[in-house]
C-alpha cells in the first residue's frame, strides 16, 4: 500500500481545507488514520475510520474535522473547518500492516500504523 497526501496549503484562521489521501493497493475495510505533528511536538492522532467505515474524531478537533473514505476511489479525506493556528502542522495518512488490524477500536498510537505518506503541510495564520 502507498499513500499520497494532497490538499494542504496556507489558510487564515476560520477557514477550510480538504486533504485527501490516495492509496494505491485495496485499502476496502481496511482501518486508516490521519495524524499530525507540529515541530518540537509528537505526532498526534486526528481521525479515524474505522474498517466497517465509522469514524472517530480526536476531541481536539471534534466539530471542527470530518473524516470520510471513497471506497471506489480508494481514496481518505479530512474535511477541517473553523482552522486555528494550533492546527498548523503536517498531516499523515496513515494504515496498518494488515486490513483486520484495529478493527472495532480506536486506534490513535503512531506505532500500529506501518504505512505511511509523506504528509501534506497545513498553516494556519
Known amino acids: 500500500v502507498q499513500l499520497v497526501e494532497s490538499g494542504g496549503g496556507s489558510v487564515q484562521a476560520g477557514g477550510s481545507l480538504r486533504l485527501s489521501c490516495a492509496a494505491s493497493?485495496?485499502?476496502?475495510?481496511?482501518?486508516m488514520g490521519w495524524f499530525r505533528q507540529a515541530p518540537g511536538k509528537e505526532r498526534e492522532g486526528v481521525a479515524f475510520?474505522?474498517?466497517?467505515?465509522?469514524?472517530s474524531i480526536a476531541d481536539s478537533v471534534k466539530g471542527r474535522f470530518t473524516i470520510s473514505k471513497d471506497n471506489a476511489k480508494d481514496t481518505l479525506y479530512l474535511q477541517m473547518n473553523s482552522l486555528k493556528p494550533e492546527d498548523t502542522a503536517m498531516y499523515y495518512c496513515?494504515?496498518?500492516?494488515?486490513?483486520?488490524?484495529?478493527?472495532?477500536?480506536?486506534?490513535?498510537?503512531?506505532?500500529?500504523?506501518?504505512?505511511w505518506g509523506q504528509g501534506t503541510q497545513v498553516t494556519v495564520s
Open positions: 496513515a494504515a496498518p500492516l494488515t486490513q483486520n488490524s484495529c478493527c472495532g477500536v480506536t486506534c490513535n498510537q503512531p506505532y500500529k500504523y506501518y504505512y
Open positions: 493497493g485495496n485499502t476496502y475495510r481496511h482501518y
Open positions: 475510520i474505522d474498517c466497517d467505515g465509522s469514524a
